[in-house]
């Protein structure tokens, strides 16, 4: 079944054709907002948005910085070719949605920002895969930034890879930020 989401995210008006197969299918989850709202974007940023589904994210993203600077990416063919027609829809068709698993076929590095809401139902593979590779995607100073509702096992490899973590609750979801401070995975003190 298809759904038409016409929402206002975090002031901005956006529509959004969504399906059954895509997470969310009928509003923007909560926990993406509460990711949204920690997120400074201004122009000339590169943003990730890793595992985007119907495009939300980044969408969002490219009315703050140009649409050619924000790379959006899924496994799933059929929810890429809806982040497209969402871009469209939504007036930022220069955005760049690509299927990928995870970084598999995204060559872009030196991203400012990367935005992810992983499927957190699932083992952890998933997410340690996002966290790793997101690292060595990031310039050094840029951020990465997941919602999940389980915090310690993700807190605890965002201290392993970015050498710390800051955490922001909001209601049941989780929001962590870690920035890349230096070449090499580690902890600081």
């Given at each position: 079944m298809e759904?038409?989401?016409?929402?206002?995210?975090?002031?901005i008006?956006?529509s959004f054709?969504?399906n059954?197969?895509?997470?969310?299918p009928?509003?923007?989850d909560r926990?993406?907002?509460?990711?949204l709202?920690?997120c400074?974007?201004?122009?000339?940023?590169?943003?990730?948005?890793?595992?985007?589904?119907y495009?939300?994210?980044?969408?969002w993203?490219?009315?703050f910085?140009?649409?050619e600077n924000v790379?959006?990416?899924d496994?799933d063919?059929?929810?890429?070719?809806?982040?497209?027609?969402?871009a469209?829809?939504?007036?930022?068709p220069g955005?760049?949605?690509i299927?990928s698993d995870?970084?598999?076929?995204?060559?872009?590095t030196?991203f400012?920002?990367?935005l992810?809401?992983p499927?957190?139902h699932s083992?952890?593979?998933v997410?340690?895969?996002?966290?790793?590779k997101?690292?060595?995607?990031?310039?050094?100073g840029?951020?990465?930034?997941?919602?999940?509702?389980r915090l310690e096992w993700?807190?605890n490899k965002?201290?392993?890879i970015f050498?710390?973590v800051?955490?922001y609750?909001?209601?049941?979801?989780?929001?962590?930020?870690?920035?890349?401070?230096r070449?090499?995975y580690?902890?600081r003190?």
């Open positions: 759904y038409i989401i016409e929402e206002t995210v975090l002031g008006l956006l054709i969504a059954d197969k895509c997470f969310s009928r509003s923007v926990g993406t907002l509460a990711m709202s920690r400074e974007i201004s122009r000339g940023q590169k943003i990730l948005d890793l595992g985007c589904g495009g939300a994210v980044g969408i993203c490219a009315h910085t140009e649409p790379f959006m990416n496994i063919a059929g929810a890429v070719s809806l982040a497209n027609e969402n469209a829809r939504n007036n930022v955005v760049n949605a299927v995870g970084f598999d076929a995204i060559n872009e030196g400012v920002i990367i992810c809401n499927p957190y083992d952890f593979a997410a340690k895969r996002f966290v790793e997101g690292f060595n995607r990031l310039k050094i840029g951020c990465f930034f997941m919602v999940v509702k993700y807190k965002f201290i392993k050498g710390g800051e955490v609750r909001d209601g049941e979801y989780f929001v962590l930020r870690g920035e890349r401070r070449e090499e580690g902890k003190k």
